[in-house]
């Protein structure tokens, strides 16, 4: 059965304080990697789709890895505006079109 | 690119009346689209996949004679819950999959509307 585990559920920082999130996963045939931010009363926005292990994608401070079993959402320098729930998904052999996805991290950013 | 909307935002409505959420992708089309539905603090549950011009898929559990979904256009879907009670309160999203965003062919990523905020009374 795929399943998909984010780690950990929440986390505060301080304002440049860097650090990362984490997506683990077992899935049979992975077919991508989704990660998304989400805020509060707002539809999921998309940021990353990876599809094989060693692959990265950066954008601002934001840089998303890819392993065989896991993904990181690094965040270097973060900023209040960073504040928000990042939730990873993924698609499968199993889940066809559909993406399973994780429970989200909620990250806050302390000035 | 890549741009869902969603109509309305909020909607607050008395029980026993039916609503429709109208879901738009604005400069792609989408060959398929998913309705989600989400508690406070938890994570998107899927409640059905359809596919333009064909009749939706939906989730075990989820009644599809309650939430009729139609997929019409390669660029609009839309969500009725009849007959609404107060356990149907929740937040409703949407998104799209297909061709032609950006420009490109990429058909993988799932592109979300910006949800809708139901209130049965």
């Known amino acids: 059965e795929d399943q998909v585990t984010q780690s950990p559920e929440a986390l505060r920082l301080q304002e440049g304080e860097s650090s990362s999130l984490n997506c683990s996963y077992t899935v049979s045939g992975l077919r991508g990697l989704f990660w998304y931010r989400q805020d509060p009363g707002k539809g999921p926005e998309f940021l990353f789709t990876?599809?094989?292990a060693g692959e990265e994608k950066e954008k601002e401070r934001l840089k998303a890895t890819l392993t065989k079993k896991e993904s990181f959402l690094h965040i270097t320098a973060p900023k209040p505006e960073d504040s928000a729930t990042y939730l990873c998904?993924?698609?499968?052999?199993?889940?066809?079109?559909?993406?399973?996805f994780g429970t989200g991290t909620s990250l806050t950013v302390i000035p | 690119g890549a741009v869902v909307s969603q109509h309305p935002s909020r909607v607050i409505c008395k029980s026993g009346t039916s609503v429709k959420i109208e879901c738009r992708s604005l400069d792609f089309q989408a060959t398929t689209m998913f309705w989600y539905r989400q508690f406070p603090k938890k994570s998107l549950m899927l409640m059905a996949t359809?596919?333009?011009?064909?009749?939706?898929?939906?989730e075990q559990g989820v009644e599809k004679d309650k939430f009729l979904i139609n997929h019409a256009s390669l660029t609009l879907s839309t969500l009725t819950v009849t007959s609404a009670h107060p356990e149907d309160s929740s937040f409703y999203i949407c998104?799209?999959?297909?061709f032609g965003v950006g420009g490109s062919t990429s058909t993988d990523t799932q592109y979300f509307g910006p949800g809708t905020r139901l209130t049965v009374l």
């Open positions: 359809s596919n333009e011009g064909s009749k939706a898929t939906y």
């Open positions: 998904a993924v698609r499968s052999s199993n889940t066809g079109n559909q993406f399973y």
């Open positions: 990876l599809y094989s």
């Open positions: 998104s799209a999959r297909g």
